[in-house]
């Protein structure tokens, strides 16, 4: 099954397959309805001292990377919310969702890189 990312503000498509956000706060002026989102996983994104000191600043990018993949790792309910990922991935197309403007300097680029070193 694939893996895909996609911001909150792109169209819902029935390609995405299921979809799940990944931020800790609700993205601004997006409703839910129009959202269609599977699931929220709150736990999966950084934590909020992690993500106010990165603040999508691309000098931090390598530190941040290295800090949230631990956070993967060693949060308890950061893995429990890993391990529902990849078992909807056992099942189906699963795209994260998520807010922030860079698609390349931002916490679900690391997030899609861990979960696929850890279908493997």
């Given at each position: 099954m694939n893996l895909k990312?996609?911001?909150?503000?792109?169209?819902?498509?029935?390609t995405d397959g299921f979809r799940i956000l990944v931020d800790r706060l609700w993205p601004r002026g997006v409703k839910k309805e129009t959202a269609r989102l599977d699931a929220w996983l709150k736990d999966s994104a950084p934590s909020p001292d992690l993500r106010k000191w990165f603040d999508h600043d691309p000098e931090k990018f390598?530190?941040?990377?290295?800090?949230?993949?631990?956070?993967?790792?060693?949060?308890?309910?950061?893995?429990?919310?890993?391990?529902?990922?990849?078992?909807?991935?056992?099942?189906?197309?699963?795209?994260?969702?998520?807010?922030?403007?860079?698609?390349e300097i931002n916490h679900v680029v690391v997030l899609r890189d861990f979960l696929e070193k850890q279908r493997k």
């Open positions: 990312m996609k911001r909150i503000y792109e169209a819902p498509k029935k390598a530190a941040f990377k290295e800090r949230y993949e631990e956070e993967l790792v060693m949060n308890p309910p950061t893995a429990s919310a890993i391990a529902e990922i990849l078992k909807q991935l056992e099942a189906m197309d699963v795209t994260l969702v998520y807010a922030a403007r860079d698609p």
